[in-house]
């Protein structure tokens, strides 16, 4: 997270026009770092996504800093020869916030930033807000039934991030963790729905194990290997999908496997190639695609 917001931070003030422009160079030399990360992870390397990534979050801001952008670019070629710098471990250095200008709304860059608080976790938290993107320390709490503003769940000890409608920063999140019953409705912590309960299409609305099965309404246990299935999303129980051919939930594929979706691989990644390959790390994903 160290890294992501740092990026954001310097992505959100960029005002590039043309190619040769000084700081779309810049963009492209930064996102070069990261193509090394792409490719060991067997994801694209061209360095389209991370561009991409830059270019949703731009904003009106003051011109491109030379001097900063370079000791960011000298600093961050240093930063990616340390262990843990493809997998998101490692901060972004600061100065990178200043090439353009520094943080675009707020007082922090990384959550190192941010004085702990005896109430929970703190996070430099971003967001976009009428165009403008924020950066805000926030202080994250575990919730309890009922318990609100929620920013998001928690299943498996994974985080899925949901955030305000409106973009604002609430100076206090709730998240709602699966392990209690609970999950995010966006406003709220509401209880996951065991078997049989009423469900929207959407399996996270459902227990640990359960699905949401379509076609009655209701959350149901995962299918076996050997059930039939309609090729819905986490139908087929942990460790299988359903095969569209057959219309029957099969086992995954291990590392190396001819696929065609990433659903069908062990990893969760279907490679470039056609191929399973390892799951690819936290850090790289926002870069690669």
Known sequence: MFWAVAFAAAAAAVGCKKDEDPGA???????????????????????????????????????????????????LQETAAQPGFCEGDIATPSVCAQAFGGVATGGCVQDSDCPPSDQGDVRCV???????????????????????????????????????????IPATG???DGADGLRC????????????????????????????DVTVGQCAARKAIGTACIDQALEC???SYCDATGMTCVAQLDIGAACTDNGQCLTGNCSDAGTCAATPTGGANPFCG
């Open 174 to 176: 709730i998240l709602c």
């Open 126 to 168: 971003s967001s976009t807000m009428s165009g403008k993107v924020l950066h805000q320390c926030q202080i994250q709490t575990r919730g309890q039934l009922g318990s609100m503003p929620c920013i998001g769940s928690v299943r498996g000890g994974i985080t899925l991030y949901g955030g305000t409608s409106d973009g604002s």
């Open 237 to 239: 129980a942990n460790g």
């Open 25 to 75: 160079a810049f963009i492209g030399r930064y996102c070069d770092v990261y193509k090394p990360c792409c490719t060991a992870a067997g994801l694209t390397g061209d360095g389209a996504a991370c561009r991409t990534l830059f270019m949703s979050t731009l904003a009106p801001q003051p011109k491109y800093d030379a001097t900063a952008g370079e000791s960011c670019l000298a600093a």
């Open 185 to 212: 409705d966006g406003t709220a912590c509401v209880a996951l729905a065991a078997a049989g309960e009423g469900c929207s299409g959407q399996s996270e609305e459902c227990i640990d194990g359960d699905f949401c």
